[in-house]
């Protein structure tokens, strides 16, 4: 049973950075694949981004992309995803999981328990 714990959550300004982390406890299989989600107030919760372990495959979605980057270490069962140029409209929980299948959303069977973004205009 993998463990998920994110980090690196907070208070920015708009136009600010923040970079959140999150350590597995187990092993990350090269078939897998680690995602960042988030839950905004009233919404659904939504993808943000993936990547393939095997290969570092990246994946966006189209809100983010050009503005966050993921990127894993895998010493350190790590993934991290830097977010640049925040907007108030990125203030939302942010989840880490892991997928051992691909990258639809429905994939992702292990959560984490969030850290809040919260982005002031």
């Known amino acids: 049973q993998v463990q998920l714990v994110e980090s690196g959550g907070g208070l920015v300004q708009a136009g600010g950075s923040l970079r959140l982390s999150c350590a597995a406890s187990g092993r990350i299989f090269s078939s897998y694949v680690m995602g960042w989600f988030r839950q905004a107030p009233g919404k659904e919760r939504e993808f943000v981004s993936a990547?393939?372990?095997?290969?570092?495959?990246?994946y966006y979605a189209g809100s983010v992309k050009g503005r966050f980057a993921i990127s894993r270490d895998n010493a350190k069962n790590t993934v991290y995803l830097q977010m640049n140029s925040l907007k108030p409209e990125d203030t939302a929980v942010y989840y880490c999981?892991?997928?051992?299948?691909?990258?639809?959303?429905?994939?992702?069977?292990?959560w984490g328990q969030g850290t809040q973004v919260t982005v002031s205009s």
């Open positions: 999981a892991r997928s051992t299948l691909g990258i639809d959303s429905g994939d992702f069977g292990s």
């Open positions: 990547i393939r372990w095997s290969d570092g495959r990246t």
